[in-house]
């Protein structure tokens, strides 16, 4: 068992824990995130120093830590995994993390060193990227600010991002933003020029004379004021520095989104600023939508992940009840109160899921519904017999056969056993038969998979439709039972009806829907016979499916129903 511990916060003490990142028995890799701390100037993610397991967390968010303490335990992965908990391992991986911004005027210069300083100073000043703790080549993040923009001290110019720390870099001085060096996606290292800025600074405050020049290779031109140049500090590579640094320049993820302006701040860690560029959200849009509910208004992984439930279930909400989609006009809203007493019913969590993905498949597939009637009298005498006789635990109602009989035809016809690929320029053909079954349930539809069908028998797969319609009327499918269906079948057929066009459950390519079979007089052997006629619809995805190939699907069914000894062949 080993220990994580705090590293050298660079002098700082008794930091606040903002953010736990991990939960005991979840498995880590290296660098993960463990927890984040904050002081007032920095955030800091204490990484994970190897891959293992999180045994216990010995802080709590709001708790105050300081260098040595004890912030979880871990169980190496690979036990011959050298300890690389120590402080002073983890210390060196968090100097580098905060990064720093040295363009506080160190030195400036005067043209004429007769004429006496003014106390306030027209100030040109180049905003170099400091030392960044040893990392080069650091994403420009943001922008945040846009040129002719007038800034106070302290607003943000850029943030950067290494993989552990998001730093912010301020402007220097109040003033103008003259110029911008960087775009967003840009790679800096330590002594770039990312900015230039005009504003007026008290020369009386900075020494004069000790450093002349500018760093910069992009001097801009001085205009005909008085003009006093700044330039950045020279490295100091001391772990003072470091402290100076995060309580005086740097920002550590302390982050503005927008790039219009620094007002409008959000917070939040790099990890979760990745995810959030990695969903395309906007941090702004997630604090206005679902708010940050870590401390001081940090927004927080579980923010971005509900931001992305909430948009991915606004979204359908827009086509499928008033709003519109595919550039079809909303439906318009009807206060129904005008017409007599409603009430308002939620629909269930598998209605809504259900209901957005049959009205996505019903708007990207085109649908042709093929209809046949199939003759199962000898099959019904055969069913019933089996069932009187008791010689199997099963009950054998239609609905194994017909699993059965679809399955034989897939394998015959493999284009109704895959699916169009994305691109919409290549079939995937399964060569496995995977069949939904839809079950009716208290909570909705649910669409259980018999797995593997063309090994099985017709008892087997009774057994397994039996016990999936079990489990998902009782709310125990696991989620596997719900997936890798090839083809779908749905039976109203213990219900009633006489056909129904059912929809596609995309991204397969067709599905069967059986409805009642009932007594109808067929011509046969020269005279009416009451024969036990069973409608079906082949509904199909007309993309990969044509007309001919459909009516061939169920024909070839129909031979395998009315003739059921060809099941076992
Ligand atoms: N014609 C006549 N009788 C039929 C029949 C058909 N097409 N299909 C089933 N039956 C009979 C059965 O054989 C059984 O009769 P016995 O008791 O005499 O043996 C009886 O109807 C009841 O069957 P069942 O419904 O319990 O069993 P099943 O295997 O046929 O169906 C299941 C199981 C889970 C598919 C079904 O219960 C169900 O939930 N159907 C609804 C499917 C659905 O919601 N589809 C969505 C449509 S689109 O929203």
Not at 16 to 22: C, P
Not at 59 to 64: M, Q, R, Y
Not at 194 to 213: E, F, L, N, P, R
Not at 542 to 566: N, Y
Request: charged share 25%; net charge negative.
């Amino acid at each position: 068992m080993d220990e994580i511990k705090v590293p050298d916060l660079g002098g700082f003490e008794g930091v606040e824990v903002i953010e736990i990142s991990v939960s005991a028995g979840d498995s880590v890799e290296v660098d993960d995130a463990i927890i984040v701390v904050e002081t007032d100037k920095a955030t800091m993610e204490i990484p994970a120093p190897a891959a293992g397991k999180i045994t216990a967390l010995k802080v709590a968010e709001g708790d105050k830590v300081s260098e040595g303490d004890v912030v979880a335990l871990m169980e190496l992965a690979d036990a011959g995994t050298p300890k690389v908990v120590e402080a002073a391992d983890v210390k060196e991986e968090l100097i580098e993390t905060p990064s720093n911004v040295s363009t506080e005027p160190e030195a400036l210069s005067t043209p004429a060193a007769s004429t006496p300083a003014p106390s306030l100073a027209a100030v040109e000043q180049q905003v170099l990227v400091p030392d960044l703790g040893g990392f080069s080549d650091v994403e420009v993040i943001e922008v945040s600010a846009e040129v002719g923009q007038q800034l106070e001290e302290e607003d943000t110019l850029l943030v950067l991002e290494t993989d552990k720390a998001t730093m912010e870099i301020p402007a220097p001085i109040s003033g103008e933003l003259f110029s911008i060096k960087v775009s967003e996606g840009d790679k800096v290292s330590e002594g770039d020029l990312i900015a230039v800025m005009k504003g007026s600074a008290d020369v009386s405050q900075v020494q004069s004379g000790s450093a002349s020049t500018s760093a910069g290779q992009n001097a801009v031109e001085r205009n005909s004021e008085e003009k006093v140049k700044v330039q950045s500090p020279s490295a100091d590579s001391s772990i003072d520095k470091t402290k100076a640094q995060l309580s005086s320049a740097v920002s550590v993820a302390v982050n503005t989104e927008a790039t219009n302006g620094a007002s409008d701040k959000v917070y939040a860690g790099p990890a979760v600023r990745k995810l959030a560029r990695e969903f395309g959200v906007s941090l702004a849009e997630v604090t206005n939508t679902i708010g940050a509910s870590g401390p001081r208004n940090r927004v927080l992984q579980e923010d971005i992940q509900n931001y992305v439930k909430h948009r991915l279930n606004a979204a359908p909400q827009q086509t499928s009840g008033a709003g519109g989609g595919m550039g079809i006009e909303p439906i318009p809203e009807v206060d129904f109160s005008r017409f007599g007493n409603v009430r308002q019913e939620p629909l269930s969590r598998i209605q809504k899921i259900s209901s957005q993905h049959l009205h996505r498949c019903w708007l990207n597939v085109p649908h042709v519904t093929q209809f046949d009637e199939i003759d199962i009298t000898d099959l019904e005498d055969f069913r019933k017999s089996v069932n009187k006789e008791g010689t199997y635990d099963t009950k054998l109602t239609l609905l194994p056969f017909l699993v059965k009989a679809v399955q034989k035809v897939l394998a015959e016809m493999p284009r109704f056993n895959a699916s169009l690929a994305p691109d919409g320029e290549t079939l995937i053909v399964k060569e496995y038969y995977n069949i939904g079954v839809a079950v009716d349930t208290d909570q909705g539809l649910m669409v259980p998979v018999v797995k593997n069908v063309d090994t099985k028998s017709v008892l087997n797969i009774a057994a397994d439709c039996m016990q999936y319609a079990l489990q998902a009327r009782d709310g125990k499918l696991k989620p596997d039972a719900l997936q890798g269906s090839c083809f779908s079948i749905s039976s109203l057929g213990g219900i009633g009806g006489t056909q129904f066009t059912p929809i596609v459950n995309a991204p397969e390519v067709a599905i069967l829907g059986v409805s009642k079979a009932s007594i109808k007089p067929i011509w046969q052997d020269d005279g009416w016979q009451p024969r036990l006629i069973l409608p079906v619809a082949l509904s199909y995805d007309h993309r990969v499916i044509d007309g001919v190939l459909a009516a061939k699907f169920t024909t070839r069914l129909k031979q395998l129903l009315e003739d059921s000894r060809h099941l076992l062949l």
